[in-house]
């Protein structure tokens, strides 16, 4: 045990620098996860801005929730009922890992139906279940949409946020819990966020420094199989601690990314260029359009009735009967092209000076897409291009 513990805090004294990522921030431990509950309910006390009489289920939902309080609905006017006040709902919650019996998740609570907002709305009694249908929550409380949604007898109103959805903070209560046993094991599995060959080697080499034996092992990429120890056994807890805590470097591939909608670009660390020659110019067409007026002469005489200005075949001059003034459009087009000197970037630069050579040609990240999936096509971009 003090070999154990002193080797470890020999590593933390002697870490990596401030890019070293924790061991947790990279990577879980399979079967310690979070799982999805959704449940159906109904959201009550609504100013008159609940689901309309078309909305069956809503109609249909109240009915059996008064049937199991003791009070009887005539089915022949179930088709009379009008509920302004009451909205069918969808209720979704995400179950923690190692959540017990009592523990308060939050809820989201979505409206299903065509009911205006959920505004003051009070979620009713309604259960959580997961995939497998069993029941692990029940959520209830008043409904929070951080917004408003108000509108007049003319249908025009005002709104803010999105007044359908809500959330109920710590508005559930975990009724069943995900069995999860940690003591008692001999094995558990680290599984990355993004597999990577280098990172996983250099996960096992940090851990097998740490433990002082050969206990980790990398089954692929993603996924590495780690011995518990037979002192820790009992209490794995405070081993996944130390193990968590652990700091690598983790390694990825290179790689551009260029989103052409919005005109981002991220370049990776690792991104090299081999020797290329880049020149970049844009050609830009302006058209100006103006009108000119032509007055005639001084006391020049009056057109006659029905006169229309003419053009001479031989010169093109507007020519006029009388004394018309005539308006006529003046088209100038002229077009520019950027002339951009041919700029070598040198083989084997870091991103950094990437940037420093494509910022000197006075490129826009509109045009940096252009240029690098140019390079890329000529071979000389050693990262892989990735268009989202």
């Known amino acids: 045990m003090n070999l154990f513990l002193a080797t470890f805090l020999s590593l933390l004294f002697l870490a990596t620098s401030v890019e070293a990522a924790r061991i947790k921030d990279i990577a879980s431990f399979k079967g310690m996860r979070s799982n999805q509950l959704i449940g159906y309910g109904l959201v009550v006390g609504l100013e008159r801005t609940g689901d309309g009489s078309s909305m069956i289920f809503t109609i249909q939902s109240i009915t059996n929730m008064l049937e199991r309080a003791g009070i009887q609905v005539d089915p022949a006017k179930i088709s009379q009922i009008q509920l302004k006040n009451v909205a069918a709902v ?25 009911a205006k907002t959920l505004q003051g709305g009070t979620l009713l009694m309604a259960p959580l279940k997961a995939v497998d249908q069993q029941i692990y929550a029940l959520a209830q409380g008043p409904i929070s949409i951080g917004g408003f949604a108000a509108s007049g007898a003319s249908g025009t109103g005002v709104q803010k946020n999105h007044p359908n959805v809500g959330r109920i903070a710590k508005g559930a209560i975990v009724e069943r819990e995900v069995p999860v046993l940690l003591d008692g094991k001999k094995e558990v599995t ?22 002082n034996g050969n206990y980790a092992r990398c089954v692929d990429p993603g996924t590495l199989t780690i011995k518990v120890p037979e002192e820790f056994q009992t ?34 660390e690792q991104v090299r260029i081999s020797t290329v020659a880049v020149a970049h110019g844009n050609l830009s067409i ?72 494509l910022n000197a040609i006075g490129v826009t990240p509109r045009d940096l ?3 690098l999936q140019s390079i890329k096509a000529a071979g000389a971009l050693q990262a892989d291009l990735e268009i989202i």
Do not use: H, Y
């Open 90 to 114: 969808m209720i979704t919650a995400t179950l923690p890992p190692f959540a017990r019996v009592g523990s308060r998740i939050d809820v989201t609570v979505s409206s299903i139906g065509d």
């Open 190 to 211: 680290l599984c990355l966020f993004n597999p990577d060959f280098t990172t996983a080697d250099k996960i096992k080499e940090q851990v097998n420094r740490l433990m």
């Open 235 to 268: 209490n794995v807890t405070e081993w996944i601690s130390s193990l968590e805590r652990l700091e690598i470097l983790p390694d990825a591939v290179a790689k551009v990314v260029l989103n052409e909608k919005t005109g981002t670009v991220v370049l990776g």
């Open 286 to 357: 302006q058209i100006k359009e103006k009108l000119a007026v032509s007055q005639p002469l001084p006391f020049a005489p009056a057109p006659p009735a029905g006169g229309a200005a003419t053009v001479a075949p031989e010169t093109g001059t507007i020519m006029t009967p009388g004394g018309a003034t005539v308006v006529t459009p003046e088209t100038d087009v002229s077009a520019k092209e950027e002339k951009m000197a041919l700029m070598v970037i040198p083989s084997g630069v870091s991103l950094g000076e990437v940037i420093r050579a």
């Open 369 to 371: 897409i252009s240029i």
